[in-house]
């Protein structure tokens, strides 16, 4: 039986889309390995992890026998009042995994829920420390946190589009996207030349806001669906040092660059800092559940629960879900297993070959490479259902937005898979 196309073109909300006017979707049978096939009979290489989650790629036999062995243990049970294996197992690997400090975990739903987890976290230490009044967040722009309320609050205000929600969502402090950039060549990224200039906005809205500032909240290194920017470690090593001489607190948001996929397990290596609070999610799973974390320090742990409630105030229904713990443990040991960063380099170095040629063609802005990212922006935004159409012929999988089109294969990828999605970009341009 095929997929009822009509249904779901007529009922079913796609992410960011119209139920009156839907882009097409296309309908998936299967997937495995780097490949998505589609019902029509497509065979499609995945340029994009299923949104920088399926890092191990698809159908992957370790994964599905992690989940298949947990769901004749148990699926899940309420993480109130009990635990077990798979949840201590992998908050044990979070800890050893994350920067030094990282101490004690909270297992959330979705990145957007762990976003959520840790702005509370913010608040209830502040509160705990008799400084109620600092409870506003200090972000950059084109930043992105995920879709819920406290986290749209914090995203870029212009693409997140805070206009329609301004009645609902808290009015945050905002300054420019971080920069420079992330140096082309990494040689030069241990140049002490770092511009202090790049730091006068922001050290302003420190200095007038402190009292009021419960945390920066950030993307290390990486803006995500903000932009696509790659931006200086040593605008986030400057961060973590402002932070600690305003007294608020510094959150990395890692939820789409952890585990790998910028060449570091986390991008905030590349500054050698260790936040207060971080979110993880993503490719925690290998991209087979939602899943995400948020860990911090023993200090903010300690202050919190010695603040009036004694507890932190958050526990979801499906806290901890074991299924998803279990596949979550085996997508981490496969990172190791298969030398991660071996794999990363590898595709970095693939994805300059062949994407960096791209960037005489007229249409395109820049093109820029870190780990296992690559980004072609174009100077002019994209027509989505052409762009879409076009890739499905290739034999790709590849899903622009605006001006970016951009590729974060699974780690699994192979030269010639590297070669054929860069090659439909090519191919598109020439078009
Ligand atoms: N933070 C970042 C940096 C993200 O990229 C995303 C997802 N695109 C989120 C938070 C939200 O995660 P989720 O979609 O799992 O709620």
């Known amino acids: 039986m095929s997929i009822d196309l009509e249904f779901d073109r007529k009922h079913i909300w796609h992410p960011y889309t119209s139920l009156t006017n839907p882009l097409p979707t296309y309908p998936v049978k299967s997937a495995s390995g780097v490949e998505i096939s589609l019902e029509t009979g497509e065979v499609l ?26 769901s004749q243990q148990m699926s899940h049970v309420m993480f109130g009042g009990l635990t077990h294996q798979p949840a201590v197992d992998l908050c044990k690997k979070l800890v050893e995994l994350s920067p030094a400090g990282l101490e004690k975990v909270f297992l959330a739903d979705s990145g957007s829920v762990s976003v959520e987890v840790a702005m509370k976290m913010a608040i209830q230490y502040w509160q705990s420390e008799h400084k109620a009044d600092k409870h506003k967040f200090l972000t950059v722009r084109n930043g992105y946190h995920g879709d819920t309320f406290a986290a749209m609050s914090v995203c870029d205000p212009v693409n997140g589009m805070h206009t329609l929600f301004s009645k609902t969502i808290n009015q945050h402090l905002f300054a420019s996207a ?17 511009d202090q200039a790049h730091l006068a906005e922001i050290t302003q809205l420190l200095e007038t806001n402190h009292h009021n500032i419960a945390a920066i909240i950030i993307e290390p290194i990486v803006q995500g669906a903000g932009g696509m920017r790659f931006y200086h470690p040593q605008y986030l090593t400057a961060l973590r040092k402002l932070a600690n001489q305003h007294n608020v607190l510094l959150i990395v948001d890692e939820i789409a660059t952890g585990f790998g996929r910028t060449g570091k397990m986390f991008a905030c290596e590349w500054a050698e800092i260790t936040p207060d609070i971080m979110c993880v999610g993503k490719a925690i799973t290998g991209g087979y559940m939602t899943l995400a974390a948020t860990l911090t320090t023993t200090k903010v742990a300690e202050q919190i629960c010695n603040g009036q409630a004694g507890v932190f105030m958050h526990g979801p229904t499906f806290m901890g879900n074991p299924l998803a713990c279990s596949v979550a443990n085996a997508s981490l040991d496969l990172l190791i297993e298969n030398n991660w960063q071996q794999q990363v380099a590898n595709i970095e170095t693939w994805l300059n070959q062949y994407l960096q040629p791209i960037a005489d063609f007229t249409q395109v802005a820049d093109v820029r490479v870190l780990g296992a990212i690559g980004v072609v922006e174009l100077k002019e935004p994209v027509a989505m259902e052409q762009i879409q159409a076009f890739f499905v012929k290739q034999g790709v999988w590849i899903r622009p937005f605006g001006t970016r089109v951009y590729l974060m294969p699974p780690f699994i990828s192979e030269e010639k898979h590297i070669r054929k999605l860069a090659g439909a970009i090519e191919a598109w341009l020439k078009k």
């Not at 290489?45 to 947990?70: C, F, I, R, T």
């Open 45 to 70: 290489v995945d340029g994009m992890s299923s949104w920088w989650a399926a890092v191990h790629g698809y159908n992957h036999p370790k994964l599905n026998q992690a989940l298949v062995e947990q």
């Open 178 to 194: 971080p920069s420079p950039i992330f140096p082309k060549n990494k040689n030069e990224l241990d140049k002490a030349d770092f």
